[in-house]
């Protein structure tokens, strides 16, 4: 590996870790912002209309390309593997995260003035829900992609971090399918929150050992 594709590898890990992050503090502090938004009843796209809804549409637009740079390491990475499904993973992570960035613009254009026409907010949350479901089930098949990437590796360390993508990937299943029946109900903000936390909590994974594994490349070379 030359120092080019080093480089490239840490500077995908360092944006798959920022992601959780980043998508975390900026969520947290607009719910402060907000008086008597509820982290049960209310779905965090509900932060991307109304009062300080830049803090959270700026949120998808930047957590989405980070997503796609880590996808591209991450997929880069796996390609030692098994090249097909590593590129399915790179896909999938594309996908994922031009779906959040969308997520994101179609909420800045809900209700905007274009050419003296008003942008009826419906289309725009159409497109939202549209984007943000898309988004969901790319990271789900990226995550069983990652798994199939690595378990025929005869490296114990990846094969644990591909079971690791498999179990997340079912967990990631379940928690979907509890998620769609409440979207509309009390506790839908509580659902939703479950099944985001299972995607940030592998992306910070996964990028921790991508950052490893370009360390350990580069050590070598």
Not at 197 to 220: C, D, F, P
Request: aromatic residues 12%; proline residues 2%; hydrophobic residues 50%.
């Amino acid at each position: 590996m030359n120092s080019k594709d080093w480089g490239f590898l840490r500077f995908s890990s360092w944006a798959g870790i920022a992601t959780p992050v980043f998508f975390t503090v900026m969520v947290a502090v607009e719910s402060l912002l907000r008086p008597g938004y509820s982290q049960i009843a209310k779905e965090v796209s509900d932060l991307g209309a109304g009062p300080y809804s830049g803090i959270m549409n700026t949120n998808f637009i930047v957590s989405g390309i980070l997503a796609v740079v880590f996808g591209l390491g991450l997929g880069a990475a796996l390609s030692v593997e098994e090249r097909r499904a590593a590129r399915r993973v790179q896909i999938a992570l594309e996908i994922f995260g031009v779906g959040v960035v969308l997520a994101g613009v179609s909420l800045i254009f809900a209700g905007a003035k274009v050419g003296g026409l008003v942008i009826s907010e419906i289309p725009a949350y159409y497109v939202h829900t549209s984007a943000s479901l898309i988004a969901f089930l790319a990271i789900i098949v990226a995550q069983f992609y990652t798994w199939r990437a690595v378990k025929g590796s005869n490296r114990g360390v990846r094969v644990r971090y591909g079971r690791y993508s498999m179990l997340s990937g079912i967990v990631s299943i379940v928690l979907l399918v509890v998620f769609l029946p409440t979207s509309f109900g009390s506790y839908q903000g509580l659902t939703e929150r479950m099944f985001i936390a299972v995607q940030l909590i592998w992306i910070e994974v996964m990028a921790l050992k991508l950052r490893s594994m370009a360390n350990l490349q580069h050590s070598r070379s």
